[in-house]
């Protein structure tokens, strides 16, 4: 357990406190992780509203820890970030689901798109927009499958990131602007971000009721993102009643343990 693994290094390092020796331990473990092939993609289905047909698959990362076990990605990605780990490790995440598409691909799967997370200091690389042009080379993965989603912190500094995510939609490659609704950017830069599809933050799913505040903002949000032309996927759809509620609003697709957890590659295959 985790508790276990800080008892083990304060025995080391008996004058360190324990936020510090545990960032510590994580990173070199975060290193070796890396190093010896610990981390595995998950993927879940994103479904049609519609049809129940599955559209796509968003790749999110787990962690088999030697020690702890499988460690979930709220408590890595952070620390990933803190320590520029997150740039070497993305990297795999896109190659990873990247090459994985390309086997479905030829395997006639029928599925049209990967969507793969990015994070605001992968973004920021001034080789970002390269490496996504060498890991579609590299693994011969046509453009018009890959999606990259993208959360608010990225959009905010808008001089910095509209030219580039620009250079991303002219190679052909999808974005989307993912837990949408939970950060502080005005609805206004939405009209020029070269956005494709919208992802309604879990948050406003947990609550919507017929006739709440939750069920009026994401009935909003939805006729708002078709006004742009925008996909829409809301997330976290639990049970039939939040996909009942989502059927009568035109929302393309849903991400959500009712139709799917996140799964192994092998188990997608079944
Ligand atoms: P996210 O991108 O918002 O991903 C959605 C999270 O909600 C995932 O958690 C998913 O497993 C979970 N989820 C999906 N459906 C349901 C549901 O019906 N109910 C509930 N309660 N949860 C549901 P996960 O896999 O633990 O990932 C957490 C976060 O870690 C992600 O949030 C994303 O921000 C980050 N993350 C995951 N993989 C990567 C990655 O490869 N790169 C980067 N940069 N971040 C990642
Ligand atoms: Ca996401
Ligand atoms: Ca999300
Ligand atoms: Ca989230």
Known sequence: SKSNGQN???FFTPDMNEEVSKKLLLESDLRKGLKEGQFQLYYQPQVSVA??????YEALIRWEHPEYGMVSPGDFIPLAEETGLIIPLGRWVLEE???????????GGGVLRMSVN?????????????????????????PAYLELEMTETIVQDTTQSIPVMKEIRDMGVKISLDDFGTGYSSLSYLKDF????????????DNMEQGSREKAIVDAIIHMAHRLEFNVIAEGIENEAQLQLLSG?????????YYSPPLPSSKIEK
Request: include cysteine; hydrophobic fraction near 40%; proline fraction near 5%.
């Open 8 to 10: 083990q290094y304060c």
């Open 51 to 56: 049809s129940g047909e599955v559209k796509g």
């Open 97 to 107: 689901a990247c090459r994985q598409m390309m086997a479905w691909i030829k395997d």
């Open 118 to 142: 990015i994070s605001a200091i992968q973004f920021q690389q001034p080789d970002f927009v390269q490496i996504v042009k060498d890991i579609l080379a590299e693994t011969g993965l046509p």
């Open 194 to 205: 070269p956005l494709n599809t919208l992802k309604i933050d879990k948050s406003f799913i």
């Open 249 to 257: 609003e035109a929302c393309e697709e849903y991400q959500g343990y």
